[in-house]
Nanobody
């Protein structure tokens, strides 16, 4: 059974940092792309970052580039998202998701989703 679970959310002040973790099971990272997404109240879900299958290249949306870093730990079966210099507009529920072979920043590309974790950034 494919499972993904995001954790690590919380409340921070602007300029602060958080590290989110996505624990995955039931599939191989060799042939799956894992991405991070977020959804703010009243807004559509948007892609934040993803790490590709195989080569494990990393990609970021323009809104987080230079502030967020995605990384993987194959032994622990986790994908982390380090978020620095957080801004109030980063406030959202953050989700991790898996896509077989090909992924991107479009949520429609992903088949498997975990429960989200809330991130709140105050000014």
């Amino acid at each position: 059974e494919v499972q993904l679970q995001a954790s690590g959310g919380g409340s921070v002040q602007a300029g602060g940092s958080l590290r989110l973790s996505c624990a995955y099971s039931g599939f191989s990272f060799d042939d799956h792309c894992i991405g991070w997404f977020r959804q703010a109240p009243g807004k559509e879900r948007e892609g934040v970052s993803y790490i590709s299958a195989g080569e494990r290249s990393t990609y970021y949306s323009d809104s987080v580039k230079g502030r967020f870093t995605i990384s993987s730990d194959i032994a622990k079966r986790t994908v982390s998202l380090l978020m620095n210099d957080l801004k109030p507009e980063d406030t959202a529920i953050y989700y991790c998701a898996g896509a077989l072979y090909m992924g991107g920043l479009d949520p429609e590309d992903y088949e498997n989703w975990g429960r989200g974790t809330q991130v709140t950034v105050s000014s």
